[in-house]
């Protein structure tokens, strides 16, 4: 379906696309389906191809919530799948051991690195952790929820085995 401007319901390109980002921005997404349907409730007409190609020109990223669900964002400068691949990079080369206590996990690495591990821990910006301390060889990362912990936990020692 091709959409011309002018048209009642329909904008340009531009325009839909701040649309998507102030939808992404105030609310969880987690779908392009979900993202189509907010459109619509906005009297915007569009398909879901076109909100796929939207989100790979907005250069939109999924981020993981917890439970397995996940919601559009946009990506960080410096990008957020860049946060998230360093982030794999550390855990595999300098994270020795993940422990968890209600909604609190511990993370062990090697002399040195806690810090930078955080550093990119807390660049990854995700809503189910709310802060991150680190020392020398520690990190102490709150999540939002022990059922948060427990995902952040099986996530994290995925990231450590790569």
């Given at each position: 379906m091709h959409m011309l401007c002018g048209m009642a319901g329909t904008l340009s390109k531009e325009q839909r696309q701040k649309r998507i980002q102030d939808i992404i921005a105030r609310e969880s997404v987690s779908t392009q389906g979900e993202l189509v349907e907010r459109l619509q409730a906005e009297g915007i007409r569009v398909t879901q191809a076109t909100v796929s190609r939207d989100i790979n020109e907005l250069r939109l990223v999924r981020l993981p919530v917890g439970k397995g669900r996940h919601r559009y964002a946009l990506a960080q400068t410096a990008g957020h799948v860049g946060a998230q691949e360093e982030l794999a990079r550390l855990f595999q080369n300098f994270v020795h051991d993940i422990d968890r206590g209600e909604n609190m996990l511990v993370i062990r690495t090697a002399d040195g690195h806690a810090t930078g591990v955080a550093l990119v821990l807390d660049r990854v910006r995700r809503d189910d952790i709310i802060g991150t301390l680190a020392g020398e060889?520690?990190?102490?990362?709150?999540?939002?929820?022990?059922?948060?912990?427990?995902?952040i936990m099986e996530e994290f020692h995925a990231l450590m085995l790569g």
């Open positions: 060889d520690t990190i102490f990362v709150v999540a939002r929820t022990t059922a948060d912990a427990e995902n």
